[in-house]
């Protein structure tokens, strides 16, 4: 590299460190008060300093099934691509950027993380690509994708693009009611899938991580439509108001239950499972209140069913409930879901079942590793597998529990010797 950071060939072009600390710098300054439909001309015009092209921003659709293009004033605006089979959804599956060689170019595709969810993917065109173009690129896919997600809280344009068919007001209500569907730190791993994505209605999940202590919930509403999409916002609600109260499980089985007893009467229920990780210990504790049991998934295989005594479904008044415990092993994953996975009526009239749906996870894990995309081919397989229809709402969260800490990311000279943290698994 020549003086100044610039290398021979590349006139007029400086992609050292310091000019990418400058450009990020004027990018999230500009950022705080841009309205959301100038973040696509903003990027555009930053990529455009670093000799790049042909800017697209594919965000995920709510089906997982694509990667759809955002419009905007200076992207490249294409038809969507599919996750499976493309390089835009290899970068949005492995979280890596892929390089696919053009005439005379290369062009770049970059998972967009917020934090560790995946919400779709930045592609850009550059006649050569170097390790300080990599470096200032992937930082700048990750600010891009922190300013969709900010933004996306108060506007509709980003839902819009991922919408890629109609929505019902209960699925509306249950998208809102999400956390991000999937969630990285070094100790611990989760991701979620609702199906059909666009018609779902009683089925919910949620989770939060505060301090060491994984919370987990899972729940299913009872009937379809709105009825059972608003059963299912007070239950989620009651739920994170005794989670963020530092409830045992018990409790918070407890306080759910009467608040869907009070609002909705004796004659309505939801079932839910509840659990609580810690992130250090691998120490599990959960309540089952109507939920099959989730599987054990140790080595890439199913190895067990974390059986445990259940209580009645929340809204039926049911007794002070057993809270389970079982110790994890590094590398452990927890298959939790609903009953709408397993219940389906395959054509001949027999329901799908556990035992295929054990079979099938078993055959996913040999092929696929990465927690997302486990969830996800497996969604995606068993709806094919039932025939390609969902009677009921079906949803998948997976777990996987590694230990160890994470003290060395707040340490800034070690975090930045090292690089980014790798994710393969």
């Not at 659709?61 to 200076?74: A, I, K, T």
């Not at 007893?261 to 004659?267: A, E, N, V, W």
């Not at 080595?299 to 479904?313: G, I, K, W, Y």
């Not at 009526?345 to 295929?356: K, N, R």
Request: glycine letters at 10%.
């Amino acid at each position: 590299m020549t003086d100044g950071g610039r290398k021979p060939g590349r006139i007029g072009v400086d992609r050292s460190e310091g000019f990418g600390e400058r450009l990020l710098g004027v990018l999230l300054d500009r950022a705080h008060e841009m309205p959301p439909e100038l973040i696509a001309p903003l990027v555009a015009e930053e990529v455009a300093r670093v000799g790049g092209r042909e800017v697209s921003i594919l965000l995920q659709d709510y089906e997982q099934v694509l990667l759809v293009p955002l419009s905007g004033r200076g992207l490249r605006v294409g038809g969507p691509e599919p996750v499976e089979d493309s390089p835009a959804g290899e970068a949005f599956l492995s979280r890596r950027t892929v390089e696919v060689p053009q005439d005379g170019s290369v062009r770049m595709y970059l998972p967009l993380l917020d934090g560790s969810d995946q919400i779709g993917t930045m592609a850009v065109t550059l006649d050569r690509v170097d390790d300080d173009d990599r470096r200032l690129l992937r930082r700048l896919a990750g600010l891009v994708a922190d300013m969709i997600v900010t933004k996306d809280a108060y506007t509709d344009l980003f839902f819009r693009a991922r919408r890629s068919a109609p929505m019902s007001v209960a699925a509306e209500i249950q998208w809102s009611l999400l956390p991000p569907l999937s969630m990285t730190v070094p100790q611990v791993e989760v991701a979620g899938i609702l199906e059909p994505a666009y018609d779902v209605a009683g089925d919910s999940f949620d989770y939060a991580l505060n301090g060491d202590v994984l919370h987990v919930a899972m729940i299913d509403a009872m009937g379809h439509g709105l009825d059972a999409a608003t059963m299912a916002t007070v239950a989620i609600g009651a739920y994170r108001h005794t989670r963020r109260a530092d409830t045992d499980l018990s409790e918070v089985y407890a306080f759910m239950d009467r608040a869907i007893d009070q609002q909705f009467g004796p004659d309505h229920f939801v079932t839910a499972q509840m659990m609580i990780l810690n992130i250090t210990t691998g120490r599990l504790q959960w309540v089952n209140a109507g939920h099959p049991a989730p599987l054990l998934i140790r080595d890439r295989a199913v190895v067990d069913r974390l059986e445990s005594p259940t209580t009645l479904p929340v809204g039926f008044g049911g007794e002070d409930p057993v809270v389970s415990e079982r110790t994890l092993h590094p590398g452990d994953r927890l298959l939790c879901f609903t009953d709408g996975l397993i219940e389906e009526h395959q054509a001949g009239g027999e329901q799908f079942g556990e035992e295929q749906l054990v079979e099938w996870t078993n055959r996913i894990l040999r092929d696929r590793t990465e927690v997302r995309a486990v969830v996800r081919a497996l969604s995606h397989t068993l709806k094919q597998e039932r025939g390609g229809t969902t009677s009921d709402d079906a949803t998948i969260f997976l777990i996987e529990w590694r230990g160890g800490d994470a003290d060395h990311l707040a340490a800034l000279d070690r975090a930045r010797d090292e690089g980014p943290p790798s994710l393969d698994r």
